[in-house]
């Protein structure tokens, strides 16, 4: 068997290495996946155990325990048989009647859940589909300026992951008010009262030391109706719910449910963005806290009242990528399973009003449709859980480095602005500022950057190497896109000696979002690479700086449409990331242990390990993608060959020697006509064509459907009336097209007759109608035949 010959490569850059080895390329989307499975889930049931009845005195379900089962099948059989990989999910729960004191404990079926393939998709109903991670506003307060008369009144929105949106705003009458959900505005001193200030005394004596934040309380006071904590809960509960009557015992019930632990989680993310803004600590103890409490509030308002003071101050620029966080698959499917339990939970209560306490089983108060329900409606129709693009495994890896804007909770393509889809400052080094689809989506479905992660909160960062009085250190550092405002931070390419001293005097370098130059010795980080900015399809672009910005753009989005060839073959002209993209799709047959290949083929590659054992590796042949395209694993060792542990044992059929192959290397002539044309006119040699250098195969799927009509069942037959038997040639006796025949457009693939409804006979048909005993067999053709312009075998 031939292998395939490995290219001496030759690097032309002056900076031969990055100076920090590139990561996983879906590594964010399996590990999230994996904490889900870990923590997450586990998490979400936590939140709702026990379930108690309506009255909290007839019966108390608690869930005990919950477990993954063992994957149903591999992920082969699944697309094959069009099922679904799956695992079983079940709970363990314990059921007390409180009458009795009684305990009784089942285990309960809940779902199939879908899981996770090796290469970061799903596989529904047999076609494979990804999660799209989701980039949206991050948890926190944000501050905004409201503009009245030529002048900026300063404005903070607090936003929870679950519970009401707080906005606390400034007024030009000199006072502070609050709406809770979008509803009327009420005083801030009565959010103040309710949290634990109850008297004016106590609400001036916290805003003593600020001078602007104590006039404008003393302002707002002026205007507060509400002299005590009763009439504070009083006066919000009426803005919150109009019309309805307020006691003082029925109001501070509805506040406290609204900002009490169960309904109102301001998350680690809001927490941490909090405490960064305001400068306090970042502990794991701090960031437990997930209510709003007195100190925050306060906090906001001194914050709103000083802003208000300085003419200078500037809001939040809400496009700042610092104030974004990514959402991955384990996150969308946490919240997706809150809404499934959230449903449980109801069903369950309510069949607790009604089942006999004395024979009842924890069984018959579980319905678990609703929870499936959710699960398969996020899979199926969410705007986030999209087709796999498959059309080469670049388009594979790139649809799973995306970040939308868009789905349930974002934005829409309508609405969407143009400073939303412009490229940012903090974009870069975490968001490709080249890469993004053309038409209604651009700027709003992004591509993350090569060495681009989420951290724990979901906030992007970058990596930057550390600068010691001009010279450049082994120490690495991740910022996220406030962080590293506050630093110089020279480009990759900037000059420097073989020991990593930066040689010149002076460095370009970047601060709060900005160029400008600085000494040597002034300089705190460098980039690490110098496509550091960039995707994984711009990345692949060589010579990328000298194209024209809408040609990059094209030309990231056109490599992920290129099929795979007959024959792969990878580039001459190369920028060292073909081989990464390759690895990281998880398409390609890699050696697990070193060992001798003791049989090779083009179903299975079995290599023996120094132990003796010997591993299976089987292999896929000609399997359709959801582009249409073919994928299947070519061997890349011969039989008696040693290989290492992650040595290539087969490529894939847009891989050749471990290393992307989506093109050809053509020797083009570019003829420029007096500048009429723009690097689109060129001659090919008709040796392309002969040698089918750019065929590829594709491969589509024709259904027939058979159906039973009110005249009759539709019939599958080689006997179809007013064909010739030239079209008939390739079909078998049962009607259908024989594997290995040669179709073109209008060809007969199934041969297919339906009854017509009876008409007035001939006399020519009462003639065989009294010779032969029957009538005529009256069917019209409704043959499957070969769409225009394809053609196929």
Not at 129 to 148: D, H, T
Not at 610 to 635: C, D, I, Q
Request: proline share 4%; aromatic share 8%; net charge neutral.
């Amino acid at each position: 068997m031939a292998k395939t010959a490995v290219r001496a490569q030759k690097y032309f850059g002056r900076f031969r290495e990055p100076l920090v080895k590139l990561p996983s390329l879906v590594e964010s989307q399996i590990d999230s996946f994996r904490q889900f499975i870990e923590g997450g889930a586990e998490r979400v049931f936590k939140e709702f155990s026990p379930i108690t009845d309506h009255a909290k005195k007839k019966f108390e379900l608690r869930l005990v325990k919950f477990e993954f089962g063992a994957l149903r099948w591999d992920e082969h059989y699944a697309k094959r048989t069009m099922r679904t990989y799956e695992a079983p999910l079940s709970m363990v729960v314990r059921l007390k009647n409180k009458t009795t004191g009684v305990e009784k404990e089942q285990e309960i079926f809940l779902a199939d859940f879908p899981w996770m393939t090796a290469h970061g998709s799903f596989i529904i109903n047999g076609v494979e589909r990804i999660v799209v991670p989701q980039l949206a506003r991050s948890y926190g307060v944000f501050f905004e300026s409201i503009p009245y008369k030529g002048k900026g009144y300063f404005a903070a929105k607090i936003i929870p992951s679950r519970g009401v949106w707080i906005e606390i705003e400034s007024d030009p009458d000199g006072g502070i008010y609050v709406k809770i959900d979008r509803k009327r505005r009420f005083p801030v001193t009565s959010l103040l009262r309710v949290l634990g200030l109850a008297g004016e005394k106590e609400i001036l004596a916290r805003f003593d030391k600020k001078e602007a934040a104590r006039e404008a309380v003393e302002k707002t006071l002026e205007h507060d109706h509400a002299k005590t904590v009763e009439e504070a809960y009083v006066e919000i509960y009426r803005r919150l719910r109009d019309g309805d009557i307020a006691t003082p015992d029925s109001a501070r019930e509805h506040v406290k449910a609204i900002l009490s632990p169960d309904r109102y989680d301001f998350s680690r993310v809001g927490r941490f963005h909090f405490n960064r803004r305001f400068g306090l600590s970042t502990s794991e103890k701090e960031l437990a806290n997930s209510t709003l409490s007195l100190d925050d509030v306060v906090r906001i308002v001194t914050n709103i009242a000083e802003l208000n003071t300085h003419p200078e101050a500037e809001p939040d620029d809400i496009d700042h990528l610092g104030f974004r966080r990514v959402r991955f698959v384990g996150e969308l499917l946490e919240s997706r399973m809150r809404v499934g339990l959230s449903r449980m939970k109801r069903n369950i209560q309510d069949r607790m009003a009604m089942v006999d306490p004395e024979t009842s089983l924890p069984v018959q108060f579980v319905n678990p449709r609703p929870f499936q329900a959710a699960i398969r409606e996020f899979f199926t129709t969410d705007q986030l859980s999209q087709l796999m693009q498959q059309y080469n495994i670049l388009d594979e890896i790139e649809h799973l480095r995306i970040l939308s804007t868009l789905g349930r909770g974002g934005l829409t393509s309508e609405r969407a602005g143009l400073e939303v889809r412009d490229v940012h400052s903090s974009h870069y080094g975490r968001v490709c500022p080249i890469h993004t689809p053309e038409g209604k989506n651009i700027g709003l479905v992004l591509h993350m950057s090569l060495y681009a992660r989420p951290n724990e909160f979901g906030i992007v960062e970058t990596p930057y190497a550390k600068v010691e009085k001009g010279h450049i250190t082994k120490e690495i550092a991740y910022f996220n896109a406030f962080e590293e405002e506050q630093y110089a931070i020279a480009h990759a390419a900037t000059e420097r000696d073989g020991n990593g001293r930066i040689t010149g005097k002076f460095a370009e370098v970047r601060r709060n979002g900005k160029p400008t130059i600085v000494k040597r010795d002034d300089v705190d980080f460098i980039e690490v690479a110098t496509n550091q900015p960039f995707s994984v399809a711009t990345s692949l672009i060589p010579f990328v700086e000298n194209d024209d910005a809408n040609r990059a753009l094209m030309g990231s989005n056109m490599q992920k449409q290129a099929v795979p060839l007959v024959t792969p073959e990878i580039p001459y002209v190369a920028t060292g990331v073909e081989t990464i993209a390759a690895r990281d799709s998880g398409r390609l047959v890699v050696a697990e242990d070193p060992g001798e290949v003791t049989y090779a083929d083009a179903q299975k590659i079995d290599v023996k390990n120094s132990a003796g054992k010997t591993k299976e590796y089987k292999l896929v042949n000609f399997s359709r993608t959801n582009g249409f395209t073919t994928f299947h694993h070519r061997p890349a060792v011969s039989v008696g060959e040693h290989v290492k542990k992650g040595a290539i044992l087969a490529d894939t059929s847009t891989s050749s020697g471990g290393q992307l192959a989506i093109g050809q290397n053509v020797r083009v002539a570019f003829l420029p006509w007096y500048g009429a044309n723009y690097e689109d006119a060129i001659v090919i040699s008709e040796r392309l064509a002969k040698d089918a250098r750019f065929t590829s195969i594709h491969m589509e799927e024709f259904v027939c459907v058979v159906r039973d009509t009110k005249l009759g069942p539709e019939v599958t037959t080689h006997d179809i009336p007013n064909v010739s038997e030239f079209k008939l040639r390739n079909l078998d006796e049962d009607g259908i097209v024989r594997i290995g025949a040669e179709v073109r457009s209008g060809d007969i693939l199934v041969g297919k007759v339906t009854p017509k409804g009876e008409t007035q006979l001939t006399p020519e048909e009462r003639l065989l109608h009294a010779i032969f005993g029957e009538k005529a067999k009256d069917v019209k053709d409704t043959s499957l035949r070969m769409e225009g312009g394809k053609r196929g075998r």
